[in-house]
């Protein structure tokens, strides 16, 4: 005798939707445009350079991603801007990531060559950096393009893209520790950041996660304010 209730779905039901789930992320470049919407509404133009895509074969992925609800879509003029769609879409990509460190050695080996081995660049928790900005004396970093800056970051931060950095040296406050953060856990801006500052004799850590995981794990951060969104 079954013990599922009337109106519950099948086991196959259940299954069959995450499959689909699975098929609609199955895909890098859908992943890396899921990575760049986290960090703030984007028109599909600027996703697309983001992403080294074609205008429109980035429109056919978000398609897809839209289809599943990953990503909503509201007009700004002549402009179609996408944003993630409800639900825990956040934490689901920084679970991939978890899951990829752990199962493929030669991701690990990736992380290790870009984060580990240029002049052992430790990066530090969200846990530890909390304890920091408690104690005060710590300058938060964000090193990522002015335009996701201002999509939203973390509270206190001041933004200086990598780039940027050696001509930009006088606006760190002297005598501070400086915490750089970026895109996530894969981008290393934050790396080469910190690389640039530690050369020119400015303490520096990284973050070991990004905006996305801060914003994902329900703490403060300042975030752009736009019109109420409309499908």
């Known amino acids: 005798m079954s013990m599922n209730p009337p109106d519950s779905p099948q086991p196959s039901q259940r299954f069959d939707a ?13 992943l890396a445009l899921l990575e760049h919407i986290a960090q703030g509404e984007r028109a599909v133009e600027r996703l697309a350079e983001l992403a080294g895509l074609s205008v429109a074969n980035t429109s056919q992925h978000l398609q897809h991603l839209r289809r599943a609800g990953f990503v909503q879509t509201r007009r700004d003029g002549k ?25 493929h050695a030669e991701i690990r080996e990736v992380i290790a060559d ?9 990066g530090i928790s969200i846990e530890d950096l909390l304890g920091m900005l408690d104690s005060g004396g710590v300058v938060l970093l964000d090193v990522r393009p002015p335009d996701e800056f201002a999509q939203g970051h973390l509270p206190g931060a001041i933004n200086i893209p990598t780039e940027d950095l050696e001509h930009r040296l006088a606006d760190l406050p002297a005598g501070a520790d400086v915490i750089a953060y970026c895109r996530g856990p894969y981008c290393v801006l934050s790396t080469d ?8 004799g400015v303490a520096a850590r990284r973050l070991d996660a990004g905006f996305p995981e801060w914003k994902a794990a329900g703490l403060h951060c300042l975030l752009y304010t736009s019109p109420s969104p409309r499908d």
């Open 18 to 30: 995450l499959a689909e789930i699975a098929k609609t992320l199955g895909q890098a470049h859908r």
């Open 79 to 103: 402009r179609v801007l996408y944003r993630l769609g409800p639900g825990p879409i956040a934490p689901l990509l920084a679970a991939l990531r978890g899951y990829a460190e752990h199962q």
């Open 114 to 122: 870009s984060i580990h081995q240029r002049d052992r660049l430790d």
């Open 193 to 200: 950041a910190v690389a640039a500052l530690r050369a020119h």
